[in-house]
């Protein structure tokens, strides 16, 4: 996502020669992507992730003990021997009903990471798993198969997440979200690390400079440097807690390459970085190692990898995982647009041309065909979408952001891509009740909202994106544009903002652009509802949440949609207890 408000380098020069007061105590050394690499075999915790009715992928990463004289093999450094890793699968937390084990080899072609499917599961069932090598053995993690019983409707509940920048804030949200106990999976849409580096393109608050620094220090461009980043999200104890309590699925967006990526280049990579193609196939090494996803089934005719994909859970419905990076079309930019990464409309002829052009797409044709076809699919409630970059279509008020009286859009999202946009919209509308109701799942942008897909025409379906983790949102970014004025003037330009944007976009029937946090999606056969869990609204006592290690994002408000109706509405208050447990 490129921020909106300002240019995102112009804002961040400078920062990390600032002196910074720090505001939370130390947490880890300087070296705290490596330091877990010291702390045994298994210092980067376990995760489990990519659940189907049957299987479920198990993952930690085997640090090989280091012989007298001989160097650590940290993440990265391609060091290390390869060493035997035993795995189990129970269904109790001391493993007296095992139901599944083996032995694999860690090496480091493979960054020393361990990735497993175990398979022949029972579905709908919650298991423990663990590692052990060389009398060593791992923590405990708890995972579970999904309710993926033909004809069945079981409960359904997961926490929506996206934007985890390091050098944002404290991964709080995962650290509530590791404290639930009801959640079938955490689902993470993208940008769960950050490219930036620790110099003039830092990204996040100063008070957190040298408290809570990236690694390596510098951009990350290869290999070495993407395994390092990766390995200090798994060594943050707040994600290490959220992966070890509940499995994830997951799908990358931009900033686990370069900001506003496409298919043969990126809006923050530059020609003397090397070829974009090279780190990009680094990235997506780095990627698939660190994470508990399951391996790409490369037999499927595709260009490329194809990593979409599809879960789904009984009669109740589905879920598509998209994946609109590989293969999209260079975004439309307009150097003079006051607001980096956003587009006029209705001003340029050649730019309203380029965004209705039917030769540019964000997903490759084969991709959006298998959308329309998932969605067309007869026998199940709800069609959830893990989408990566809103597919609602958002105009935003130039004159709401100091930008004059002109009306822009996100070239980076769906907007961007109106020819596609417009396809899938109308496929969504012409589908007759018995085919379901479409429910997109997204990130991205920072800030959260509820929203119709169609504000004419027939209900084409809902829409509800979660705020960041950390990620800077309306009011860091107002703020730092207004001059860095008292957090109740930012607060109230953010909400002046914001009431703006509504009044010309009535298909938002919710925004909120200053929390941080995760949503909670429930789905029931007669509603799916988003409970949106944020930190507090910033203060002159407290003006960034984000920077306390003890602020945890807490319940604000809710929205959903009813079954048939495919539209946004209000919600009573928070979700209750679930209807039925996993085994």
């Known amino acids: 996502m490129t921020t909106p408000g300002i240019k995102r380098r112009t804002v961040i020069a400078g920062v990390a020669a600032a002196t910074a007061a720090v505001a939370a105590p130390r947490v880890f050394d300087p070296a705290v992507a490596a330091a877990p690499a010291r702390d045994g075999i298994f210092g980067y915790g376990v995760a489990s992730g990519d659940p189907t009715g049957t299987s479920v992928i198990i993952w930690t990463r085997a640090t090989p003990p280091a012989k007298k004289h001989e160097p650590v093999a940290t993440p990265g450094s391609g060091r290390g021997r390869s060493i035997p890793v035993q795995w189990e699968v129970a269904r109790d937390p001391k493993f007296r009903k095992k139901v599944a084990h083996g032995t694999v080899h860690t090496r480091a072609s493979s960054d020393h990471t361990v990735k497993v499917d175990v398979t022949c599961l029972k579905p709908y069932t919650r298991y423990y798993y663990r590692f052990h090598s060389l009398g060593e053995w791992s923590t405990v993690g708890r995972t579970q198969t999904a309710a993926d019983i033909p004809g069945e409707v079981r409960a359904l509940r997961m926490a929506l997440v996206s934007c985890s920048n390091y050098t944002g804030g404290y991964f709080t949200a995962y650290r509530a979200i590791a404290q639930r106990d009801d959640l079938d999976f955490v689902l993470h849409v993208g940008d769960y690390i950050y490219e930036y580096g620790n110099g003039a393109d830092r990204y996040g608050p100063k008070e957190l400079v040298g408290v809570r620094d ?251 994106v979660t705020p960041s983790v950390t990620s800077d949102g309306f009011y860091e970014i107002l703020r730092q544009f207004l001059g860095n004025p008292a957090p109740e003037v930012a607060v109230g330009a953010t909400r002046q903002v914001v009431g703006a944007m509504q009044q010309i976009n009535p298909g938002v029937k919710y925004l909120d652009g200053i929390g941080h946090g995760y949503t909670l999606i429930d789905v029931t056969p007669e509603r799916v509802q988003a409970d949106f869990h944020h930190t507090p609204v910033p203060t002159s006592a407290a003006p960034d949440p984000r920077v306390n290690a003890a602020v945890l994002p807490t319940y604000t408000r809710s929205f959903q949609t009813a079954a048939g109706s495919r539209r946004i509405s209000a919600a009573s208050g928070p979700v209750g207890p679930r209807n039925d447990h996993p085994a």
């Open 214 to 464: 990236g690694a390596p220090a510098t951009e990350i461009l290869d290999l070495e440097d993407y395994r390092l980043r990766h390995a200090l999200h798994k060594a943050d104890p707040d994600a290490r807690a959220a992966h070890r309590q509940h499995p994830w699925i997951t799908i990358f967006d931009d900033h686990e390459v370069a900001n506003n990526a496409w298919a043969a280049g990126a809006q923050n990579h530059q020609a003397d970085e090397g070829p974009y193609l090279a780190r990009r196939n680094a990235a997506m090494q780095a990627y698939l190692e660190w994470m508990p996803f399951r391996m790409p089934n490369q037999h499927v005719p595709h260009r490329g990898t194809r990593f979409f994909k599809r879960f789904t859970f009984g009669a109740l419905g589905d879920l598509s995982i998209l994946e609109t990076r590989q293969n999209r079309s260079e975004q439309v930019t307009f150097p003079q647009s006051p607001l980096d990464g956003f587009v006029p409309i209705g001003v340029d002829p050649r730019i309203d041309a380029a965004l209705a052009s039917p030769d540019r797409h964000l997903p490759e044709r084969e991709q959006l065909e298998w959308i329309k076809e998932g969605v067309a699919t007869r026998g199940r409630r709800w069609h959830l979408f893990g989408n990566q970059v809103m597919i609602t279509p958002i105009r935003y008020p130039g004159s709401a952001l100091g930008a004059g009286d002109i009306t822009l859009v996100n070239a980076d999202q769906w907007d961007g891509y109106a020819t596609d946009q417009a396809s899938l919209l109308s496929h969504l509308q012409a589908q007759p009740a018995r085919a379901g109701d479409v429910v997109v799942l997204t990130g991205d942008i920072h800030s959260s909202w509820a929203c119709d897909l169609a504000s004419s025409g027939a209900p084409a379906g809902v829409e509800f």
